[in-house]
């Protein structure tokens, strides 16, 4: 095939191929950085976010929200008389989380009774620990908060045993990713 320069009577080859080649170049590139693009927004990247807090190299093994409270304490509680009623030193809750997740966590932990009937003595309150939780690392916890936020007219129904429970929850939705019960108890 030829094709004829305007103003001239030559005829010259026309070079097909370095069109047809250009074209695949320009859709190769494209395709590529299409899937570049891709596979930084959808492929997780487990090496940066490896802390190494499991002691096994680092790194968690799921790949979504995932957090457990691997251990919990409470202190026992002190009830104290006075004219107004009685009044609770406060719980003092400690533990420790692990992320089993490959991504970086912040979570919050909500402690309650959903058995305990006396409104007027039981644990309602929560923590937000302010640190990033890295993946595969375990992190500790502490909270503390008054059973009675009011003086209770009486000590019955508060002195004895107690179960809190306590819920971890991601920060990114408030699901729930771990429960745990503490027992702890309350004294005159």
Same mark, same amino acid.
């Given at each position: 095939?030829?094709?004829?320069?305007?103003? +001239?009577?030559?005829? *010259?080859?026309?070079?097909?191929?370095?069109?047809?080649?250009?074209?695949?170049?320009?859709?190769?590139?494209?395709?590529?950085?299409? /899937?570049?693009?891709?596979?930084? =927004?959808?492929?997780?990247?487990?090496? #940066? =976010?490896?802390?190494?807090?499991?002691?096994?190299?680092?790194?968690?093994?799921?790949?979504?929200?995932?957090?457990?409270?691997? #251990?919990?304490?409470?202190?026992?509680?002190?009830?104290?008389? +006075?004219?107004?009623?009685?009044?609770?030193?406060?719980? *003092?809750?400690?533990?420790?989380?692990?992320?089993?997740?490959?991504?970086? *966590?912040?979570?919050?932990?909500? =402690?309650?009774?959903?058995?305990?009937?006396?409104?007027?003595?039981?644990?309602?309150?929560?923590?937000?620990?302010?640190?990033?939780?890295? +993946?595969?690392?375990?992190? #500790? =916890?502490? /909270?503390?908060?008054?059973?009675?936020?009011?003086? /209770?007219?009486?000590?019955?129904?508060?002195?004895?045993?107690?179960?809190?429970?306590?819920?971890?929850?991601?920060?990114?939705?408030? #699901?729930?990713?771990?429960?745990?019960?503490?027992?702890?108890?309350?004294?005159?």
């Amino acid at each position: 095939m030829t094709i004829q320069t305007p103003g +001239s009577n030559v005829d *010259q080859p026309a070079d097909c191929n370095s069109t047809r080649t250009s074209s695949k170049t320009a859709k190769t590139a494209i395709l590529t950085l299409l /899937a570049a693009v891709l596979c930084f =927004f959808v492929i997780p990247s487990t090496t #940066s =976010f490896a802390s190494g807090g499991d002691g096994g190299g680092g790194g968690g093994g799921f790949a979504g929200k995932c957090g457990t409270i691997t #251990s919990i304490s409470a202190s026992p509680v002190k009830l104290t008389a +006075s004219a107004d009623g009685y009044t609770a030193s406060p719980l *003092q809750i400690r533990g420790q989380v692990n992320n089993c997740s490959i991504y970086l *966590q912040r979570y919050w932990i909500d =402690f309650s009774e959903p058995a305990n009937t006396n409104t007027t003595c039981k644990a309602a309150f929560s923590t937000f620990p302010s640190t990033v939780w890295s +993946s595969g690392s375990s992190q #500790s =916890f502490s /909270a503390s908060g008054n059973i009675t936020k009011t003086a /209770a007219a009486s000590a019955e129904g508060c002195v004895g045993a107690h179960t809190a429970t306590a819920v971890l929850r991601s920060r990114t939705d408030g #699901s729930v990713l771990s429960t745990v019960n503490v027992n702890y108890t309350v004294s005159l």
